[in-house]
């Protein structure tokens, strides 16, 4: 009788560990109305209302690196969504929205079954290799395309990285600092982009007369013009460096300088 007992029990515990919804099932139910759970074409990249797992696991491993850490973000953010916590570059938040608060729908213990399946199964890697390919095809872009004379990681596009981390709690810009930083911006991509449309058709022409069998020497003034253009890009970039930094202090700078050469 006793064994049968046992049997009995043992069924019964195991038909209720059965019906305790997985992580992957909780993912499903709970998450993917509004995050993708397969990686996207660059093409959906342009259409998401969210950003896709990928792309939050993605950021999340990168910022905090240990896996403890990236499953109680996982599970706090999502009870507590606050923009200055966010893994996300704050223009993809601004872009996205913040998440509502997920409290009243999805228990700590569900959160954490989800922090563990997501943290397993994300970033895939051919998120990964899409990523990395997009940023390579991104850089080449820019050096193809450039105003600038100088092309090298230790100028960077510092108010595009600030930008990008606005609202970042550790960066910690105060109200007085992106006041300055946005006038800071506005000049510089005015007095750039002045400056690429002048240089568009004068490039232009240059090949043009190079494929028509213009002699060297006659090209030789609009090639001048094409180097004064990127030398005065150049200042304003250097500008723009110098008097971003000058506005920020010391830990801000620490926390920025590794997005350099990203």
Not at 144 to 170: G, R
């Amino acid at each position: 009788m006793k064994l049968k007992t046992n049997i009995f029990l043992t069924i019964a515990l195991l038909n209720i560990a059965n019906a305790m919804p997985t992580g992957e099932t909780l993912v499903k139910s709970k998450c993917v109305k509004c995050h993708l759970p397969t990686t996207p074409t660059p093409q959906q990249m342009q259409t998401l209302k969210a950003p896709p797992f990928d792309a939050v696991l993605f950021h999340a491993k990168n910022a905090l690196k240990e896996e403890s850490a990236v499953k109680k973000h996982i599970v706090e953010f999502t009870q507590n969504p606050n923009v200055s916590k966010s893994v996300c570059e704050s223009n993809k938040v601004a872009k996205f929205g913040l998440m509502p608060s997920q409290k009243d729908s999805v228990s700590k213990d569900e959160l954490e079954k989800i922090a563990d399946y997501l943290y397993a199964n994300y970033p895939k890697k051919e998120f990964v290799k899409l990523i990395n390919k997009m940023q390579t095809d991104s850089k080449l872009n820019a050096l193809k395309n450039s105003p600038f004379l100088m092309n090298i990681d230790a100028l960077p596009h510092l108010t595009k990285i600030l930008i990008q981390n606005w609202d970042k709690e550790a960066l910690n810009l105060s109200k007085e600092q992106k006041e300055k930083l946005l006038v800071i911006r506005k000049e510089t991509m005015t007095g750039v982009k002045k400056i690429k449309k002048a240089l568009k058709p004068l490039q232009s022409e240059i090949m043009d007369l190079m494929y028509d069998g213009a002699d060297l020497k006659a090209l030789q003034p609009k090639v001048d013009e094409v180097a004064k253009l990127k030398a005065q890009a150049t200042m304003i970039h250097l500008k723009c460096l110098k008097d971003s930094i000058e506005i920020l202090n010391d830990k801000q700078m620490e926390y920025i300088l590794p997005f350099w050469d990203a």
